[in-house]
């Protein structure tokens, strides 16, 4: 087997263990994991080559997009606090922590590369925490604060890494340097996100087409982060920037092709690089292994030991982070998500497990230090991380569903049900308020009028029926019944249409071109 079949079975994996995962009820990327493992014990299958300077640009920019398509820059706005107290305040401390444990326990690691490791270390991952959050039913707060606490932690972990990898390649740390670094890396990443954001805002205006739009947004991401990697910044706060603009302002209510062609599109580019990167972290397994030779109990050891103070670090950190949360969560009456009993407190911590980013990180470690010598104890540093790493993500990811089940942590329904009934509400009020308008400047019959309002007020009784009383409600299932029925023969219509134009494809003189345009306006068609 090669690398390019390898890199294919990988692919039908991340396809696979998604169905599989929901009817095992259990992560996909805890089951792509697994399958990495088996993959590196068989004697048929390559050791995986890649470069170490192309883990970070090809992995983290799509992954990091595709996540913050799920959330927004107001979410983040309204959650600034307890996404600082419960996630980047704790990238801080799991780094020293790692750092201090791990130059007492390796012999002869320099301070830089033990900041390194536990800058890796340290950010839980956003993909593997919201793809068992979401598949368990968590309250949506709890989900929404793993989305933020994971892709800030990113952020802030990986400057930390490139500062402090900086420092064992030259040589020479320097604390206010360091720092200095630090926050010039992220001005210049914030930067270039809001510019390539806004650039990219008006070539998807300039653009038009869904397809040629898609595609654009599949590079964004790659140039934010090479562009500001250039520039000495942060690639990955650069790519959050950019995602969180687009995400902001390129939004168009009547973009319907648009908006399902992108969602979709993104949906599977997160699928199949999920996979590829926690199927990595098991193959990987076999090369980390090799490298440890006779101390290989040595090193579990220390990376057994490393995993302990991650994840006791987290406890002891979200215990007080979250009461102190709470407390300036009533003082100041805001609108925040945070965690509101020591049982969602729970769950969180448990949730921190370690993925994508720190298996990127260490596998970018370099190879050699610019006066040429070997990176000091690079072999130790990987070993240690996919220690941790594999009990994280496997351990803490096969038990999280027996916790939450015993815990007894589940989704506000009432609440999220208020919502859609607001939602609804609010739809139906902008669709009457419309029609008036309309109304003033066109002169409509009457039974047109009453058919549009009636109309306008079942937009929000599909989403949400609770807004109408018992009659009513009747009515409106009579109706919904009569419209699917209608749209049942619409839909063998149409089908029935595409059948035809579809077979014309394959008869002799066809154009195929000119038939898929047509297929394509029936395809659009069908969609209302």
């Known amino acids: 087997m090669d690398q390019l079949a390898l890199l294919i079975l990988l692919l039908l994996g991340a396809v696979l263990t998604v169905p599989l995962g ?256 926690f199927g990595l972290i098991g193959l990987e397994l076999h090369t980390v292994f090799g490298t440890a030779g006779d101390r290989v109990w040595e090193m579990i050891g220390w990376g057994l030991l490393v995993a302990a103070v991650v994840i006791g670090v987290r406890f002891l950190w979200l215990l007080p982070a979250s009461w102190l949360a709470q407390r300036l969560h009533k003082k100041r009456d805001v609108a925040e998500d945070i965690p509101t009993s020591w049982r969602e407190t729970v769950v969180m911590w448990w949730a921190g497990m370690r993925g994508v980013a720190s298996v990127a990180l260490a596998l970018a470690i370099p190879l050699t230090t610019d006066a040429g010598d070997a990176f000091p104890g690079r072999d130790e540093l990987v070993f240690i991380a996919f220690c941790v790493i594999m009990v994280t993500l496997v351990f803490q990811g096969l038990t999280l569903p027996w916790l939450v089940r015993k815990l007894g942590v589940r989704a506000d329904t009432d609440a999220e049900r208020k919502i859609e009934h607001d939602l609804a509400i609010r739809a139906a009020k902008a669709a009457r308020r419309r029609l008036h308008e309309i109304e003033g400047v066109q002169d409509l019959p009457d039974d047109v009028i009453e058919r549009l309002q009636r109309g306008a007020f079942d937009i929000g009784a599909r989403i949400s029926p609770e807004i109408m009383d018992d009659e009513r409600r009747e009515h409106l299932a009579q109706r919904v019944a009569r419209v699917k029925a209608f749209r049942k023969v619409q839909k063998e219509m149409m089908s029935a249409a595409r059948h035809a134009v579809l077979s014309a494809r394959s008869e002799p003189g066809a154009d195929p071109e000119i038939v898929d345009r047509v297929l394509r306006q029936l395809d659009v068609r069908s969609l209302h």
């Open 22 to 277: 929901d009817k095992l009820g259990l992560p996909a990327p805890v089951l792509m994991t697994l399958l990495g493992v088996v993959l590196a014990l068989l004697p048929f299958v390559p050791n995986v080559s890649i470069p170490p300077e192309f883990i970070l640009p090809l992995v983290l920019p799509p992954l990091l997009y595709a996540a913050v398509q799920r959330t927004s820059w107001r979410q983040f706005a309204a959650n600034k606090r307890p996404i600082f107290l419960l996630a980047v305040a704790l990238v801080f401390v799991t780094t020293a922590a790692v750092a201090a444990v791990a130059s007492a326990i390796v012999p002869g690691l320099p301070l830089a590369a033990a900041v390194a490791l536990g800058a890796l270390v340290a950010p839980p991952d956003p993909v593997a925490a919201t793809a068992v959050a979401g598949s368990l039913g968590l309250p949506r707060r709890l989900v929404s604060i793993l989305e933020g606490e994971g892709l800030f932690n990113d952020v802030t972990a990986i400057v930390l890494y490139h500062v402090a990898i900086g420092a064992a390649v030259g040589g020479s740390f320097s604390l206010p340097s360091a720092v200095g670094l630090f926050f010039l890396s992220a001005a210049v990443a914030v930067a270039v996100g809001l510019a390539l954001g806004w650039l990219t805002s008006k070539l998807l205006d300039f653009l038009g087409d869904a397809t040629l739009q898609t595609g654009l947004t599949l590079l964004v991401p790659f140039v934010s982060y090479v562009l500001a990697e250039e520039l000495h910044g942060s690639g990955v706060l650069a790519v959050l920037t950019t995602a969180l603009f687009l995400s902001e302002y390129a939004l168009d209510a009547d973009d319907v092709l648009g908006r399902i062609t992108g969602q979709t599109f993104w949906q599977v580019v997160d699928t199949l690089v999920t996979g590829i990167a």
